[in-house]
């Protein structure tokens, strides 16, 4: 099919999700116009038509993952805002998980549409507790940033591995650094070494969440 015949059907969610696609087989190192326009079967003036260059169309496809996450929530009703918070950060994290590309991103796109409505909708749970309004942007916004700040740490690893390596073959490398340290000077970090070695980023994850949303119900609950 020529090129010119597609660029009436082109949209800008029909060149972000493709976008997405091809993030997912190649990372963003080895996205480009070029394998764009071959997979949406049309020239480069129309994809450049709806998107600026490659990285105004890499934040748009990390937003666009953002809100695939957000769609994928169906929390169980009647359940309290700490746990529909919980499974939200879940959401995003197995989501962001899974589009590896993405987390170190979205750190850059806070005012894009569907990153907006993550924090809108953190904020939003956060408001139907009982926490003073002054407090509830500095809950909020931890939530949020350590909610992409650890996502892009733990998916910047696995980028990292290469193909000659895995995510677990550099955290035995890092945890046989750590166990190397004098451990008079470094007495707890040599014997965590070993869990370094082999722990799991998502219980990880839980880990922080949890004592992030304990805090929250100590602060409420604290409240007269």
Known sequence: MPPARNRGRLSRDVVVNAAVDLLDEHGSRGLTFKLLTERLQTGAGAVYWHVANKDELVTMATDQVIGTALERLSPEPGTSPEARIRALALSVYDTLDQHTWAAPHVVAVHTMPHTMRLLERIGGMIAETRL?????????????????????????????????????????????????????????????????????????????????????????????
Do not use: K, N
């Open 132 to 224: 003073p309004v002054r407090r509830r942007f500095a809950v909020a916004t931890a939530i949020f940033i350590y909610l992409t700040s650890v996502t892009a740490q733990d998916a910047g690893r696995a980028v990292a591995a290469g193909p000659d390596s895995t995510r677990d073959d550099m955290l035995r490398h890092e945890a046989q650094q750590w166990a190397a340290l004098d451990p008079e000077t470094f007495p707890f970090v040599t014997r965590i070494a070993e869990d370094l070695g082999h722990h799991d980023d998502r219980d990880q994850f839980l880990t922080g969440l949890d004592l992030i949303l304990d805090g929250l119900r100590a602060q409420v609950g604290d409240l007269p």
